[in-house]
């Protein structure tokens, strides 16, 4: 198969894991914090001697708001931000596709898409916390009731968590009409479960939800791609993606498959919870639904 010659121009560039996580979360920093991260971004190599006081005068910011973009990126402070930069800049390196612009030939697309779809995988794995996923198949394995909540283009996504967690037999319902995830949000109660499934992390009616079930005191988890953003705020357990944008924005399916791709993980850890009596309901609906295939 003969090549296109703007096929080569599909590039990769190497990126520390830390920086995904910076630019994931850049556009909802406050000032201060987006010139510790531009400092951060630029400067890495440097970065790595340099004490919080200094780093904090360098960027004419505090302490306190270094180790605050710290924080807002997923680590426990400063120094642990410094190890794990210095762990990313020596070891294994992220590679990150090229945007998607007006003239490219399908075959180009296809590329392009393709390595981004790979590429939202392996950077999801870089920010999602095993710590966060080992409570959430906990809560969610006990759960007396789950109630999944997805609107727009998340609404699929959560459909396929319900298909996933009812074959389980948990006792799961999907909910993507606002009106009704408000209603019976707010009848959740101790030892039920919501899970809003939000790219933004920002739909004020999933949101809404998260908060109705919070305050009837359900434990609530979100799976959102960025760490400040509303959604978070009303959540219990919050589990990241890390999915570059492209000029299609939220829709492009790279975010998609990392959210999907959580729902796996939650769906294989409460399986293996109990592996035999898992497996007897897997196969109890695959009968139950075989008479309907030709």
């Known amino acids: 198969m003969k090549t296109s010659p ?22 909802s920093l406050r000032t201060a914090e987006q010139r510790v991260a531009d400092f951060i971004l630029k400067h ?13 005068e360098r960027t004419q ?7 605050r973009l710290c924080q807002k990126i997923g680590y426990k402070g400063y120094q642990e931000f410094k190890i794990m930069l210095a762990r990313d800049l020596v070891g294994p390196t992220e590679t990150v596709y090229e945007q998607i ?13 393709f390595q981004a779809n790979a590429q939202a995988l392996k950077d999801t794995i870089e920010v999602l916390s095993d710590e966060e996923l080992g409570r959430a198949v906990e809560v969610l394995a006990s759960a007396r009731r789950v109630e999944i909540y997805g ?17 389980l037999g948990i006792a799961t319902v999907w909910l993507n009409d606002s009106d009704l995830m ?11 479960v919501a899970l809003g499934i939000s790219h933004t992390g920002a739909s004020r ?4 939800a998260m908060e109705h079930a919070q305050t009837a005191g359900a434990t609530t988890i979100c799976i959102t791609h960025r760490a400040t953003s509303p959604i978070t705020k009303v959540s219990n357990i919050k589990l990241f993606t890390a999915a570059k944008e492209t000029a299609f924005g939220s829709d492009a399916t790279s975010s998609r498959i990392a959210q999907l791709s959580i729902v796996d993980v939650l769906y294989a850890g409460i399986a293996n919870q109990n592996y035999d009596h898992a497996l007897a309901r897997i196969q109890k609906t695959r009968e139950a639904s075989a008479g309907k295939r030709y």
């Open 6 to 27: 703007d096929a080569t121009r599909i590039e990769t560039i190497n990126v520390p894991g830390c920086f995904i996580r910076i630019q994931g979360t850049y556009s």
């Open 44 to 56: 890495a190599e440097e970065l790595i001697y340099l004490t919080v006081t200094e780093l904090a």
């Open 61 to 67: 910011t505090s302490e306190s708001t270094v180790v």
């Open 101 to 113: 612009d007006s003239g490219d030939s399908l075959e180009t697309l296809k590329a392009k898409i």
């Open 151 to 167: 609107i727009g283009g998340s609404a699929p996504l959560a459909l396929d968590a319900y298909h996933k967690f009812m074959r």
């Open 182 to 192: 408000a209603m019976s949000s707010s009848l959740l109660g101790p030892g039920d």
């Open 205 to 208: 009616d999933v949101c809404d």
